[in-house]
């Protein structure tokens, strides 16, 4: 493959349930991908439950620039109604306007209120009212925060605050926040929801993690049913091969879909991860293996030879 330099490309890390080993590979193909003298950052999408930094206790937290309030952590905010009840007259528009199901209202006993945790803050509600009876307020739905690993490497973490209905708007912000440039990776939350898609949206290609289990595979053939109606670039890694059956394997053969890579069904390498240690670190065979992965993958996307977009 030609040199790369000044490279550009961004990559999902996803899976359709938990526990497949989606943070495995998105933090060690984050830290091998430090080696190069490229722009690299690594955005924990996993908002309900981010644990990227675990791997990496050497971070130092860092302010975003002004567009984000230049501080460590932006405060994700969004606006959501109140409604006046002396102005309000019971109408049921607001009601009515709502997609989301997000007002509750009682005509006999002139009862209405706000669900906060289903609104969307679309402005639906504002729009339908007659009366003047509804106003906005903030209200905070989670935090991003910038964390520095290297001279050209960085995290940005995604965290919703507890209660939230939808960690979505958190994850569109630490997205953006990690701009168009150089290389980005996003560990995606597991599972084929609104989340998910909101994640891989934006990836110019995503790697699936899976484990040869009847369940991993069920779980896989979700995500990719849903890649495909997206149009998107895809491969899949196997982890804890030679556990269960080889299903997944003529899957991936019938359906004519990259395999990355294997990470075996090993004691050590477990071992490693629930210390919150990089297995790239302790076994240097493996970065060579992350780093031919990526070099795969960033020529599918650059040069358009990708064999699973039919």
């Not at 302010?63 to 952590?73: A, C, I, V, W």
């Not at 925060?145 to 973490?157: P, Q």
């Not at 168009?180 to 994640?199: A, M, N, R, W």
């Not at 491969?235 to 890579?261: C, F, H, T, W």
């Amino acid at each position: 493959m030609p040199a790369i330099i000044n490279q550009k490309i961004k990559i999902a890390v996803a899976s359709g349930k938990g526990g497949t080993g989606k943070t495995l590979i998105s933090t060690n193909l984050f830290h091998t991908l430090t080696q190069l003298d490229e722009t690299v950052l690594l955005v924990d999408c996993d908002a309900e439950e981010p644990d990227d930094l675990l791997f990496f206790k050497e971070a130092l937290g860092v302010p975003f620039d002004r567009h984000y309030g230049g501080k460590e952590q932006y405060e994700v905010k969004q606006r959501v109604p109140v409604i006046d009840q002396s102005n309000c007259i019971y109408c049921g528009k607001c009601r009515d306007y709502c997609s989301y199901n997000a007002i509750f209202l009682l005509e006999g006993i002139k009862t209405i209120r706000v669900i906060e945790d289903l609104c969307h803050g679309c402005g639906a509600c504002s729009y339908a009212c007659q009366s003047d009876a509804i106003t906005t307020k903030e209200r905070s739905l989670g935090v991003i925060s910038r964390f520095i690993t290297g001279d050209n490497s960085s995290i940005i973490e995604a965290r919703g605050k507890v209660g939230v209905y939808s960690p979505v708007p958190v994850i569109k912000t630490a997205i953006k926040a990690a701009g168009e440039d150089g290389i980005v990776i996003l560990d995606s939350p597991p599972g084929t929801s609104c989340p998910f898609i909101q994640t891989v949206a934006t990836a110019d290609f995503v790697i699936l993690v899976t484990e040869p289990t009847p369940f991993g595979l069920s779980d896989l053939k979700q995500s990719v049913e849903t890649l495909k109606t997206l149009n998107k670039s895809y491969g899949v890694i196997i982890n804890r091969a030679g556990m269960g059956d080889d299903k997944v394997y003529s899957y991936l053969i019938q359906e004519q879909i990259p395999l990355l890579m294997e990470i075996p069904f090993d004691r050590e390498i477990a071992s490693l991860y629930s210390k919150g240690e990089l297995l790239v670190k302790h076994k240097p065979q493996w970065r060579a293996l992350f780093m031919e992965m990526y070099k795969t993958i960033y020529s599918k996307h650059k040069y358009g030879n990708s064999s699973n977009q039919r």
